[in-house]
């Protein structure tokens, strides 16, 4: 793998990272393929929507098909016909949100509301709303498939293994990523194993695949610090920033402003599972090269469909309106007036509502294909900007400041 830097403006730059399946230009939104689909897309849709890269999951190709059956029919490209670069996750995401995101009922980021006033009672009731699915100890995670029960285990040389069966361009080290409401001595314990972790997956990862290690820490400078020095001296092609991103989007910033400079500059930083539109500005002008997140096409699925500012979109409305709201009903306006995408080009927001409340397998794949295209283009037009120094001129006009 090959990264080369074009422009920069501060933190900000626009790059491209080459792969043995191809480019792709950064900074850059890749959606995600979990079982090697993103659904109600093909892959004609994906090239004719400009989208480069995709990223599939380890943990759940490894359930299901199984990645040694990917191996004998080929490899993740050809299993899924998509000739561009792959990324995979190690299945480390998967320990938090199968195991305390579950318990402790968080995401990444923890809910304000839910963090106010917390106690040892509050906490104990919501571990006790879910069971968890994933278990973590020195070696690896256990995991309990919820569909089978079967117990799988996952350690960095199982992980590295899995990659290498997919045959993916860009694979991530093994790491357990924290909770937001693990303490300070669960993070620092967590981290201590996510280094371990590392190690063993650089002895025994696939020299043909690019390795990128993972900086954890939760919301702790020391610890964040520690560990982007740890990866930082290590032979790893890029870097991700993963694991509990604080208690609040201010957190997640402050995150990114301790690590972004002790990470080598020659090198691609991908913020994981993050892709709020207000947070591909914020991180791309802190340095942040490439990101990943279901929402966009989750969003989708539950009639949650992108616009822009010119339509009413803001940051207090996430640029998005609800399809199934009653003033959309005689609505011949499309989605959004200024996208290009096939979905506004052809279709209006009466009709999308129409086949969203009668559930019409049509709507899922219309919806879907306007959010990646929206998110895809809005990052085209974030490089854009970065290019001809308009930068903060694109941000004022989406975020107001």
Known sequence: M??????????????KVKTRHGSFKTPVFIPVATLAAIRGLDNRDLRDMGVEVVLANTYHLHLRPGDELIKELGGLHKFMNFDGPIITDSGGFQAFSLGFGMEHGVGKIANNIFLEGLDEERLKQAKQQKKKFAFVNDRGVRFKDPRTGRIVELTPRKSMEIQSNLGSDIIFAFDECTSPLSDRAYTEKALERTHRWAEECLEYYDRRQALF???????????????????AERDFAGYGIGGSLGKSKQDMLNILDWVIPILPENKPRHLLGIGAIEDLFNCVEKGVDMFDCVAPARWARRGHLYISPAEGGKPENKFRIHIRNARFRRDMKPVDRTCECLVCQNYSRAYLRHLYVSNELLYFRLATYHNIFFITNLMEKIRESIRDGSFYELKKEWLGC
């Open 2 to 15: 090959k990264f080369k830097i074009r422009d920069t403006i501060g933190r900000m730059r626009t790059g």
């Open 213 to 231: 290690g993972v900086v954890q820490g939760g919301e702790y400078r020391d610890l964040r610090e520690k560990s982007a020095r740890f990866m």
